[in-house]
């Protein structure tokens, strides 16, 4: 840190054919008396410490790096969660610092026990008593079912919905297509709008009335629930899956259009996910583990795609040539020749359904292969291999179809797989997509694509193929999302994670959360706490360095202005110009527009003068680890009088003028922060010092 002395001198400028003029000159010079710079100065002023904790160049700039405090900030839109239902409250003491978001979930029954009377005051309740506990924000979603009690009223079976009991009996569950379920469904989500909708304390609202705790699934996997036989008895396709889907969330839109949305997403429901997202609305996952030890594999890339803005291209750019879609998509019997069918299956054109490959294939791992056209795969570029698959009959549901890209060398050799998402053997007999994107390592350049079986053992099948495309993917194509800068619409989503249970193996949890953090998420649920156990302090940091990374984190890292300046030259107004250089240190955007706001106060913390702007790059473009570059231009008033003054700083929602917290010291507890003491005297304004 530099301090400048400042001198004042006094100098007769005599020049030909004019009058003597007089001038106070500002000499600032360092500590050893080496002159740094020279300005014009105030009459009969003295200036102590004009730098105090910035630095002065040598062209007479004031330059200050406000230090960023080592610690969370809480704003709208990101943040830890902390769930309510662990009920330990010395747990919660330990985290407190970390977190003002409660979140809890509900169930409908508790809510609707009769149809027609609700009990929100049970949710209202819990609100109270975590405020009370030093919470401002609170989320939370309400259930139709979990596993191992009622969840949906037993009314809503009783006035004509089908059910399912599972869980030797402990439970009956709708059947979630059901027309009559998803009227009830929607009469209960209105009432809940109309009670909660202009709540300002709700952060979010989870959709969780289709599937086993609304996470698009049907707990298969658990003894006592769902089977595929009772899913396809009662009706299930993948269409009307989606169709239930479309309804409630149309529902919630239509209740909630002033509160964040949240759909709990599974891996390869591109449909569902393409509906929500068009719809704005966001998304969580709620199975946050240590994966493959790098990401969360398809979750990180619908985050990702998703939690940037997406920008579209124009189409048919990039895509390969015609000859590749011949051999794709034949046209007839003769143009099967690109199609090799493994023994015991037989390939023949069926006209408006594509390629029919039918018969018993025994001993290798795919139905059928594509020999692509060679060096059309180019090292480096990234690809999109999609097609439509209908599988009328299968011997074995488990072993559901998928497509393989093997990509080989310039020698045919292998190199590396690439695998879709599978097809839904509950949705048999209709049509659906499997894709798979990829990046064409250093080597790939020729491929092979695969209809795969999984496995080499004998099966049996009848199915269909059509409507085969492979993509050069532009880079900032709508799926690549990579040159996010190009971007012209704010349509990035808020994503959330949770973990997908107790974790108390501490480098499990640190590397959990490095997993989490790495994909542009707004909010991570900590339910992986232990019950009824402390936190050791290496625990405990782990939390602290989350909440100061979750989501977006803006630090003003240099502001600068000149170190001196003429007021009221001429009875005109003078121009303060600021530069200043901000950055988002969290992991995600914002995907809000907020609003430069800066303040001069006098002593009495009187405001002088106020100036707004709508900063160049908008913040939802303030994306991690971005450096913002701002200049602003403050009309300082012509009648500004002599005295100290404050220069405040601050980033305010437009529409509530509620300000963003900023890691930074001088909080005045409105909606600015004191960053410079200014000085007005005989005709000067001058930087005092930087606020300390």
């Not at 610690?71 to 239902?85: A, M, S």
């Amino acid at each position: 840190m530099y301090k400048y002395k400042v001198f004042f001198y006094c100098i007769l400028i005599s020049m030909c054919l004019i009058d003597h003029v007089y001038s106070d000159i500002i000499m600032i010079v360092d500590n050893n008396g080496q002159l740094l710079s020279t300005s014009d100065s105030v009459n009969n002023s003295t200036v102590n410490n004009i730098a105090n904790s910035g630095t002065v160049t040598l062209g007479g700039t004031y330059e200050y790096n406000p230090p960023e405090l080592d610690k969370p900030v809480f704003n709208q839109g990101c943040g830890l969660t902390y769930p309510t239902w662990i009920g330990d409250w010395s747990l919660y003491e330990s985290i407190k610092p970390y977190t003002d978001i409660a979140y809890s979930r509900f169930t409908w029954d508790q809510l609707e026990p009769q149809e027609g009377v609700y009990k929100f005051d049970i949710i209202k309740s819990w609100i109270t008593t975590w405020k009370a506990k030093g919470f401002n924000r609170f989320a939370f979603g309400v259930m139709s079912t979990t596993i191992g009690s009622q969840a949906t009223p037993l009314w809503v079976f009783d006035s004509g919905v089908p059910g399912v009991s599972h869980m030797n009996g402990k439970q009956i569950d709708p059947v979630y297509w059901n027309e009559l379920y998803l009227q009830k469904i929607q009469n209960f989500i209105k009432a809940m709008g109309n009670e909660f909708n202009q709540n300002k304390d709700i952060e979010f609202l989870d959709m969780r009335n289709i599937g086993v705790w609304g996470e698009m699934h049907f707990g298969n996997g658990a003894s006592g629930m769902w089977t595929d036989e009772e899913l396809l008895k009662n009706g299930y396709s993948g269409e009307v899956f989606l169709k239930a889907y479309q309804s409630m969330i149309s529902s919630y839109q239509k209740s909630f259009p002033n509160i964040q949305l949240f759909l709990n997403i599974a891996p390869y429901q591109n449909t569902i996910v393409n509906y929500a997202t068009n719809g704005k609305i966001n998304l969580r996952y709620d199975g946050l583990n240590l994966a493959d030890g790098k990401s969360m594999g398809p979750m990180s890339k619908y985050f990702i795609n998703y939690g940037y803005p997406r920008v579209a291209v124009s189409e048919n750019k990039y895509s390969m040539e015609t000859s590749v879609n011949q051999v794709l998509n034949p046209s007839g019997e003769k143009s099967l020749d690109g199609w090799i069918s493994m023994n015991g299956i037989n390939l023949s054109q069926a006209q408006d359904e594509g390629v029919k490959i039918s018969g018993e294939q025994n001993g290798d791992w795919n139905y059928a292969r594509i020999k692509l056209v060679d060096e059309k795969l180019i090292p480096g570029e990234k690809y999109r291999i999609e097609g439509l698959i209908k599988v009328r009959t299968i011997s074995n549901s488990l072993m559901k179809p998928y497509l393989k890209l093997q990509a080989n060398n310039s020698n045919n050799q292998f190199v590396k797989n690439y695998f879709s998402n599978k097809y839904d053997a509950l949705a048999m007999n209709t049509w659906q997509s499997l894709s798979a994107e990829f990046q064409a390592g250093s080597t790939e350049t020729k491929g092979l694509l695969g209809i795969e079986k999984g496995i080499k053992e004998l099966m049996s099948i009848e199915m269909y193929a059509k409507n085969f495309s492979l993509t050069r993917i532009s880079n900032n194509d709508l799926v690549a999302n990579n040159n996010v800068e190009d971007a012209t619409e704010n349509n990035g989503l808020s994503c959330s994670y949770e973990f997908a249970g107790i974790e108390d193996n501490i480098i499990n949890i640190q590397n959990i959360f490095s997993i989490g953090l790495a994909d542009p998420v707004s909010y991570i649920n900590l339910n992986y706490l232990p019950r009824n156990k402390g936190l050791s302090y290496d625990a405990t940091k782990i939390i602290e360095d989350a909440a100061k990374k979750i989501g977006y984190r803006f630090i003003l890292e240099k502001i600068s202005c000149p170190a001196v300046i003429d007021v009221n030259p001429k009875n005109m107004p003078t121009i303060l110009e600021l530069e200043q250089v901000w950055k988002n240190k969290g992991n995600a955007p914002c995907y809000r527009d907020y609003v430069l706001k800066f303040t001069i106060t006098d002593s009495n913390d009187n405001s002088v003068l106020e100036f707004q702007e709508t900063p160049q790059v908008p913040t939802w473009k303030w994306f991690p680890e971005k450096q913002i570059s701002i200049k602003s231009s403050i009309k300082i008033p012509v009648d500004i009088k002599e005295g100290r003054y404050v220069l405040k700083i601050g980033l305010l929602d437009p529409l509530t003028s509620k300000a963003i917290m900023l890691p930074l010291d001088g909080f005045d507890g409105k909606a600015y922060y004191k960053l410079i003491e200014l000085q007005v005297n005989g005709g000067k304004m001058l930087v005092s010092s930087a606020i300390q």
